[in-house]
């Protein structure tokens, strides 16, 4: 993209991530993280006045190290995008009160936009436009979405989701379970590779009248319970838990409805592209089961690399320029984080 392409800063802070990145219209220049995941493990999940002290402390040595990384000074900007929902609100808050500090400073347009459409758009910088329309599969910590997308800027259509625990959710419950560090699910993910699938547990709302009911909506509760039952169990009786076994297992079950599902979208909707982000959407078992059924239903498959797929600011600052580029209208100023953003709510 040319060098007259909008250069747009992006903010985000919906949970423990102070992420700050810059894309030069489709083209991404910075994506600079302050994680403060460490703080929140020995509690077993993020603590949110932990997550909004930690975005305060780290936001302008972060926006400085995103304009070093870009070689761009704050006066190149063309706009400042910034996650207003959903997500925890004090982090939120952070997050959107600088983003209108800077653009009000800058006399730049502001964006306040959604974190899960960010999800998706950030898949534009590293495998180009999206196709419209597109389906994606977002999986974190704190959402399962199956969405339907015909355009990321404004029309963001949901086709089911969790009605329990949130994929990420499950695994890092089960994570725990095991005696795995918080977040869990990479370290189910590492784990899962030297284990076999040996144990059959549960895939729910995927047969009969519930698959009937609740065609794209997921549920993980009764999998991490059954998980949960089996583990006490094998501790009750004096022999060894099979940790790599049972991460395997469970694993499986995760990535079998996830997939399962959002090829049926596909099918059902006519559409040829699945997106897959998230955090979830680093697991290997997923990145290679969806490969497989993808190719086998005949359905091109996007997913960013692992480091655009959990929470970032590069995301947001990808919707914000395409916001740019589609001339669609700033945000106020008057903007306010929402906590419970709805899904199909693209920008507030
Ligand atoms: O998108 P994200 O960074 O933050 C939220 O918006 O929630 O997702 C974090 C979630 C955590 O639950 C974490 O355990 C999970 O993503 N996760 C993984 C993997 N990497 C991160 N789950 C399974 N396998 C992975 N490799
Ligand atoms: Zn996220």
């Known amino acids: 993209m040319s060098s007259d392409a909008p250069l747009v800063l992006g903010i ?8 700050v990145g ?16 460490d703080e929140h493990a020995r509690f077993g999940g993020v603590v949110p006045e932990v997550a909004s002290r930690a975005h305060l402390e780290a936001m302008v040595p ?3 190290r995103a304009c070093r990384t870009a070689g761009v000074g704050l006066r190149d900007l063309d706009a400042v995008a910034v996650t207003s929902g959903p997500g925890l609100a004090g982090a939120l808050m952070v997050g959107v009160a600088s983003a209108k500090a800077l653009a009000l400073s800058l006399g730049v347009p502001l964006y306040g936009v959604n974190h899960l459409a960010s999800h998706v758009a950030v898949d534009i910088v590293e495998h180009g436009p999206l196709p419209e329309p597109t389906l994606a599969l977002l999986v974190s910590g704190g959402h399962s979405s199956l969405l339907l997308v015909p355009d990321v800027t404004h029309d963001v259509r949901s086709l089911g989701s969790t009605i329990d625990d949130a994929a990420g959710e499950a695994f890092d419950k089960v994570a725990r379970v095991l005696g795995m560090p918080f977040p869990g699910g990479p370290h189910i993910d590492r784990a899962a590779r030297s284990g076999e699938v040996a144990l059959d547990f549960p895939r729910g709302l995927t047969t009969g009248r519930d698959m009937q009911r609740y065609r794209f909506d997921f549920s993980f509760s009764g999998l991490k319970t059954a998980v949960s039952r089996w583990v006490a169990a094998r501790e009750a009786s004096g022999e060894p838990v099979p940790v790599a076994d049972v991460a395997a297992s469970f694993q499986e079950a995760v990535v079998d409805v996830l997939t399962r599902k959002a090829v049926l979208a596909c099918r059902e909707h006519g559409v040829g592209h699945l997106q897959i982000g998230g955090g979830v959407a680093a697991n290997s078992r997923l990145r290679a089961m969806a490969a497989e059924r993808c190719a086998a239903a005949g359905v091109e498959l996007r997913v960013p ?24 209208t700033a945000s106020d100023l008057s903007l306010p984080a929402d906590s419970s953003l709805p899904v199909t709510v693209v920008q507030s």
């Not at 991404?28 to 302050?34: G, H, K, Q, S, Y």
């Open 12 to 19: 985000e802070t919906s949970c423990d991530e102070t992420g």
């Open 22 to 37: 810059i894309v030069r219209g489709e083209t991404l220049l910075a994506d600079e993280i302050a994680s403060s995941v």
């Open 62 to 64: 972060t926006i400085e």
């Open 305 to 328: 690399r692992p480091g655009l797929c959990t929470d970032n600011g590069a995301m947001v600052a990808a919707l914000g320029a395409q916001m740019v580029l589609r001339g669609r």
